[in-house]
């Protein structure tokens, strides 16, 4: 038997304009449902990615610092040594000591600038929030 489309007994979709509104909630309900789930995906995705950068980003910092260091002490005591051939020996040492702690001092105040919150904040999630705020707003007119 072949299919005939102007048969009568044929059931056509119903244009979207003829939906319920019952189905249009229903619709509204599981696509705002289904877009928080991508949002919070999104979201677990992109702190992850975050997180893991600090950590390596934090594992390469203190393995540097360990070594730098290790040769900044063996430095402090050349630079004292050095002195204490001209100067008193604590003398000597007190300045290397003063130099030491005013380079340590504004290093410490650059390291902490760069892990200010900014710079962990999810820009993409919140962009896309931003975005299905919107969306969202306007399925509701």
């Known amino acids: 038997m072949a ?7 044929v059931i056509e979709p119903r244009p ?4 319920s509104i019952t189905t249009l909630l229903s619709d509204l309900a599981s696509e705002t449902i289904l877009l928080i789930r991508q949002e919070l995906a999104l979201l677990k995705a992109e702190l992850h990615e975050k997180f893991s950068r600090v950590g390596q980003g934090m594992t390469a910092l203190g393995a540097g610092a360990l070594i730098a260091y290790s040769g900044w002490l063996v430095l402090l005591a050349a630079a004292v040594l050095g002195l204490a051939t001209v100067l008193p020996a604590w003398l000597a040492a007190l300045i290397v000591a003063l130099v030491a702690l005013a380079i340590g001092g504004a290093l410490i105040f650059i390291g902490k600038s760069r892990f200010d919150a900014d710079s962990l904040m999810p820009r993409r999630t919140l962009r896309s929030l931003r975005e299905d705020e919107q969306w969202l707003r306007e399925r509701l007119r």
Request: hydrophobic share 10%; net charge negative.
């Open 16 to 19: 979207k304009t003829e939906r």
């Open 3 to 9: 299919f005939d489309p102007d048969d009568p007994d």
